[in-house]
Structures are given as structure tokens and as C-alpha cells.
């Protein structure tokens, strides 16, 4: 007998709350954080990528509601609240009904809720029964006294229960359908309005068929309303239908997505990026295959960046072998983490010192040992790792066989300060000490920098100096490039660093870093063998590899031309596969082609044991026919400005 009473209760205290939440103040829906919603990523061609959920961990978007399918909001409305435009935050209809119900079953079989009572959740924390249901309608109806009924039907359309942990129709359509909700047909949104009656039993991934009932159900509700015809309907019901399978979080690129995610504008939901998906899954594969073929040599990690040059569209992004493996620290990203770049800085040496005029085509640069004076009263001696050394050497000889000594030299002749400033031009934005903290070592690899600065950097040598910025997104706009240096030069470099010949002494004729068309490229290791780098590129592609170990513990003997070239040389060579090689790389503007002494650097005499060919500028032949000697150009070599020299007292006879 004690049951009946309750309904009576609780409908008192509905009618008494109505009329104190109409006489307290309104709350306007809009007013209500929307939060950051899930983003779905696909790579160039529109293939998915995966999606990366907001902070709470709920996959949802929010889109406005003239970017949600009529058809959804027509089904939506028919099978939850089809007087929604009607009454207010109350159907007492509804409400009555489900009492009735109660009173006579003892459970309510129809539901009395409404869509105005759903974003009343969002207010504040709802305790559960009859107290709770008082709480939120008394929080719905303060709603509807402020809000517009669209801001109410947007404000639920984006937060109503779509199954496990999706949340409103954008990511339920982008989940289930991969399209945004703006289209939707009347097969899918009847099927995603048929949803909420019962988010965990309805779920598509867990009762197909019971689904496809209720989705029958809300297109007889439609009907019945006069919303479709009879034909519409059995269309509908009948429209095969498929689910996509569930995506969880990036499915891969991951190092790059969760790199993009923060850029990413909050309105955002659907972000095609300028990954190749086929390429970057290719990449991954190798990058997990050479390094476990290094795994007797202590080689862990490994990470790639390929580029086009035409764009600075980043095609693939590999940050570890494997992302999801916590012994491997496979969630740090090799892309972007900080290693020391060894003789990869070595071109932007030696352009700068042509450009400069500091050195030439011709010079003749000694590899010998050689002795700098450094701040602190210490003395600074570099070396080769073979420990030995060449002697006399041409410019192109020195750099493409990355010669320690030689490269020393010309830093000391252009300034490390010149260098730096240089660097910061083309983006080592990481290189933050002064010059003076570097020293000469700079050209060796002393500060630090990121695979990412470096392929940049690489790509502006291959655009012969025009410096645009990486692209990660295709509605990015490509930017205006911007001159940095001489152009003339920084072909003069890309063609010593394309020369196979040149670098013979150091890697041979015919080693991994020789590719069946024209590729300029150059290796790196750092000092103990902590960081092992290969960088280089086609007139299309520029692709740079970190191999090492995030951990910052020594390799076992193993350089750039063993420990990342492999993995460059297999990357450069899939790039080529479907597409015909690329043209060779262009002669250096305002240069001529011109015999000289190999050991020399002038031009060809009797006395000269071997001739070699090399790129000269025009001013230089014209000197060398007319026997004149260049005065003006004279200049103090050694030594340098800032030199400084200490005294060797135990040599002192006094």
C-alpha cells in the first residue's frame, strides 16, 4: 500500500520546484564549456590515421547544429522527444505516463526525460533517484528559460551517450561511419539516434541485431510523424550498412600526430595531414628492422623524417621502432629529441666559407695536426676517427670524405660566430649558447640539435638556399620562400656532397651511400658513438635518419655509414620504386667546369701528377690565363681573430 505514495510525493515536489526554478534565474546552455573534443587525423589521401581523444578520455567533438544532418536531428527528436519544440523542460505528459506506470508495474517503462533535462547533467553533479531527478529538473527548466530551444537541441547532440566512450553525433558519425555528421543519410542517423535509448546495450560492437531493431523502431516513429514516407523508411531499413572497427588511438605515425595534436584549432575535428600512409608505414617497418639487425651492437633506437622539397610536406615521421614498447622507451620521439648532430654541420661550414670567400673550389686545405688555442688556457686539437691523416687536400676531398682538420680550418678562417648565425638562419633554433661555448668543435657537432632542424636545414640546401618551413597539414599554406646565403654556392656543395669519387678514401667508390641515381648525402657520428646520423637528398626528396640510443649510452663501434645509412639507403630507394629516377642535380649557376691540379688547385702544368675536373667561377680562370696574382684578396689566414695563444713554460730554456 506504502507504493503509490512515493509518485504523489515526488509530483509535489516537482510542481513546487517548477515554480521556484521559474522564479530563480535562468542558466543559458551556451554558456557551457564545450571542452576539447577527439580529433580524427588522416594521412594526404584521406586514408585514417587514428583519433586522439580529449584530456577526460571521451571521444568527442563538437559541431554545430547546421553542420549536423537533418535526418539525424529529425530522428533524434522522433525517438527521445518528439514534442520537443512544444513543451518546455517538463513533458508532463511523459512525466505522468511513467508514474502511472510505477504505480501500477513498480517501474517506470517509458521514459520521462527529456531532451531539455540531458544537458542539465553538465551543470552540476546529479545524485541518482528520485532526489536526482528533481536536481535535474529543476536545472532543465532554468535552462529553458535562458536558452533558445536550438542551443538546447545543439547542446545534447553533442553531449548524449553514443556507446562505450563516444560522446555526441560528430564522433559517433566519425567513430562508426568515418564522415562528419553533416553526412549522414537516413540509414545512419536513424541507426545513431536509435543509440541513446540505451548506450551500453546498443552499442554497434556490442548487438548488431538489437541495434538494427531499434534503428526499425525510430523509422516507424519518423513515419509516423509525417517526418519520411513509407517508402523513405523501408529504404532505410534495408540499406546495408557498414561499421567501421573500433580505432582506439593513433593506429600509427603516433610520434607525429601526438606532435600535430596541440596545433591542432579546437573547433577542429577532421585534420588531413600531409603523411603518406603507404610510405610511413613502409619507414616504420624498416626503421624496426635495422635496428634489430644492430641489436648485437648495441643500437636501440632509430628515427626518420622524409620530406618533399617541392613543399616541405613532411611525408613520414617515424619517432621510435616501436611507440607502444615501454622497455625500448619507445614513446620518446627521435624526431624531435635533442643529440649531439656530429659532421652533419660540416656542409653548412663549407658553404658559408665559399660564399664568403674565405676558401675556394680550389683551395688546397691541410689534414694534419693542428693545435687551437680555446678560453680556459687549455688547447684544443681535433682528429679524424681513423687517426690518421691525409695531408694536402681539396675542398671538395675534405668535406665529402668528412675530414675533422680540414673542416677546423676553414671554421677558423669564416668565425664560429659567423657559423652560428648562419645556423640560426636555417632553423637549429636549439643551438642557444654563444659562440664561445661552442668553440671550433661547432663544425663537429658540439651543441645540439634535432633531426627535424637538420632535414629542414638539408631541404633548404637541396631548394640551393630557398628556406620554407615543414608542413604538417595539407590546408597549411606553402609559405613564401626565403633566400638564405647564395644560390650558386649551395650547389656547389650539393654537388661535392653528390660526388661518389670524392669520398672514396673515407666509405669507397661503391659504398651504401651511393645510390643508382643522383643523391647528395652526408653521414654524422657523434663523439663515443652516442648518436649516429645520415642526411641527404634528391632534387624531389630529402630524407634524414638518427640511429642510437635514447637511453644516451655508447654504440659498439658504430658510425653513420654503418649504423643509419642503411636504413637512408632503403628508405631513398623505396621513394624510387613507382616513379622514374630524378634528374640530375643542376650545374652551380655562374661557375664553369675546368681542369685543375689535383694537388695544387690551379690550373694544370707539366709538373702536375694528376688533373682533376672542378666548378670554378669565371673570374678566377680569367686570372689563372692571364698569370695575374690576386693582392687584393690577400688576407691573414692563421691566426684567427680571437686566437688565443698560452705559453709553453716548460719548453722555456730560462
Not at 535535474?136 to 553531449?159: F, G, K, M, T
Not at 559517433?172 to 536513424?190: C, E, N, T, V
Not at 688555442?373 to 671538395?396: K, W
Not at 632534387?539 to 658510425?559: E, H, I, K, L, P
Request: glycine residues 10%.
Amino acid at each position: 500500500m506504502g507504493r503509490p505514495s512515493v509518485p504523489l510525493v515526488t509530483l509535489a515536489a516537482f510542481s513546487l520546484l517548477w515554480f521556484v526554478a521559474r522564479a530563480g534565474l535562468g542558466f543559458d546552455v551556451r554558456t557551457l564549456p564545450h571542452g576539447r573534443g577527439t580529433v580524427h587525423f588522416t594521412d594526404r589521401t584521406g586514408l585514417p590515421l587514428g583519433s586522439i581523444a580529449a584530456s577526460d578520455v571521451r571521444n568527442s567533438a563538437w559541431v554545430r547544429l547546421d553542420r549536423v544532418s537533418p535526418y539525424f536531428l529529425r530522428a533524434i527528436l522522433a525517438a527521445e522527444d518528439a514534442r520537443f519544440y512544444d513543451h518546455g523542460a517538463v513533458d508532463a505528459g511523459a512525466l505522468l505516463r511513467a508514474a502511472a506506470e510505477y504505480v501500477v508495474d513498480g517501474e517506470a517503462r517509458s521514459g520521462g526525460s527529456t531532451i531539455a533535462m540531458q544537458p542539465a547533467r553538465s551543470i552540476r553533479h546529479v545524485p541518482g533517484g528520485v532526489r536526482g531527478k528533481v536536481v535535474q529538473i529543476v536545472d532543465a527548466e532554468r535552462i529553458v528559460l535562458r536558452s533558445p530551444p536550438n542551443a538546447v537541441l545543439e547542446a545534447y547532440v553533442n553531449r548524449v551517450p553514443m556507446g562505450g566512450d563516444i560522446y555526441g553525433i560528430e564522433a559517433a558519425a566519425r567513430s562508426y561511419f568515418g564522415i562528419s555528421a553533416a553526412d549522414l543519410d537516413l540509414a545512419q542517423s536513424a541507426l545513431l539516434a536509435a543509440i541513446p535509448n540505451d548506450p551500453s546495450r546498443l552499442s554497434p560492437y556490442a548487438n548488431w541485431r538489437g541495434l538494427r531493431a531499434r534503428q526499425r523502431y525510430v523509422l516507424d516513429r519518423m513515419e509516423e510523424g509525417g517526418l519520411i514516407s513509407r517508402a523513405q523508411a523501408a529504404a532505410a531499413a534495408g540499406e546495408r550498412l557498414e561499421i567501421l572497427p573500433p580505432a582506439g588511438g593513433p593506429r600509427t605515425a603516433q610520434h607525429f600526430l601526438f606532435a600535430l595534436y596541440p596545433h591542432v584549432p579546437q573547433e577542429r575535428t577532421l585534420v588531413r595531414t600531409t603523411l603518406d600512409a603507404s610510405l610511413q608505414r613502409y619507414v616504420q617497418a624498416q626503421v624496426l628492422a635495422v635496428t634489430s639487425s644492430l641489436g648485437n651492437r648495441h643500437v636501440t633506437d632509430a628515427a626518420a623524417l622524409v620530406v618533399d622539397n617541392a613543399t616541405g610536406d613532411v611525408l613520414a615521421y617515424v619517432g621510435s621502432p616501436d611507440y607502444f614498447s615501454d622497455v625500448l622507451l619507445g614513446r620518446n620521439n627521435g624526431v624531435a629529441a635533442l643529440r649531439q648532430p656530429g659532421s652533419s654541420l660540416k656542409p653548412f661550414t663549407y658553404e658559408l666559407a665559399l660564399e664568403r670567400g674565405a676558401i675556394a673550389s680550389t683551395t688546397i686545405l691541410q689534414d694534419a695536426p693542428a693545435t687551437y688555442a680555446i678560453p680556459g688556457g687549455e688547447l684544443y686539437q681535433p682528429a679524424d676517427y681513423s687517426t690518421r691523416f691525409a695531408g694536402p687536400v681539396r675542398v671538395r676531398y675534405a668535406l665529402a670524405n668528412s675530414l675533422n682538420v680540414p673542416a677546423v680550418r676553414v671554421l677558423s678562417r669564416v668565425g664560429v660566430g659567423a657559423l652560428l648565425e648562419r645556423l640560426h638562419q636555417l632553423g637549429f633554433s636549439h643551438l642557444e649558447r654563444p659562440a664561445s661555448y661552442y668553440g671550433l668543435g661547432l663544425t663537429l657537432g658540439s651543441g645540439e640539435v634535432t633531426l627535424e632542424e637538420l632535414v629542414r636545414a638539408y631541404a633548404t640546401m637541396a631548394r640551393d638556399g630557398a628556406a620554407i618551413p615543414l608542413r604538417m597539414t595539407l590546408d597549411a599554406p606553402v609559405r613564401a620562400s626565403v633566400q638564405i646565403g647564395d644560390a650558386a654556392t649551395w650547389a656547389l656543395v650539393t654537388r661535392m656532397l653528390a660526388d661518389p669519387h670524392a669520398r672514396a678514401l673515407s666509405f669507397g667508390v661503391n659504398s651504401i651511400l651511393r645510390l643508382p641515381f643522383p643523391a647528395a648525402v652526408k653521414t654524422g657520428t657523434s663523439s663515443d658513438y652516442r648518436d649516429t646520423w645520415t642526411v641527404g637528398f634528391t632534387r624531389d626528396y630529402t630524407v634524414g635518419v638518427w640511429a642510437g640510443n635514447f637511453d644516451g649510452s655508447a654504440m659498439q663501434g658504430v658510425s653513420g655509414v654503418t649504423g643509419a645509412a642503411p636504413l637512408w639507403n632503403h628508405i631513398m630507394l623505396h621513394l624510387y620504386e613507382r616513379r622514374d629516377d630524378p634528374p640530375a642535380f643542376a650545374s652551380p649557376p655562374g661557375f664553369v667546369r675546368v681542369a685543375i691540379c689535383a694537388t695544387t688547385g690551379r690550373r694544370p702544368t707539366a709538373a702536375c701528377g694528376a688533373v682533376v675536373a672542378e666548378w670554378i667561377r669565371p673570374a678566377q680562370r680569367a686570372a689563372w690565363r692571364r698569370g695575374a696574382v690576386r693582392v687584393a684578396g690577400l688576407h691573414i689566414v692563421f691566426p684567427a681573430d680571437g686566437d688565443i695563444f698560452a705559453l709553453n713554460r716548460a719548453s722555456d730554456p730560462t
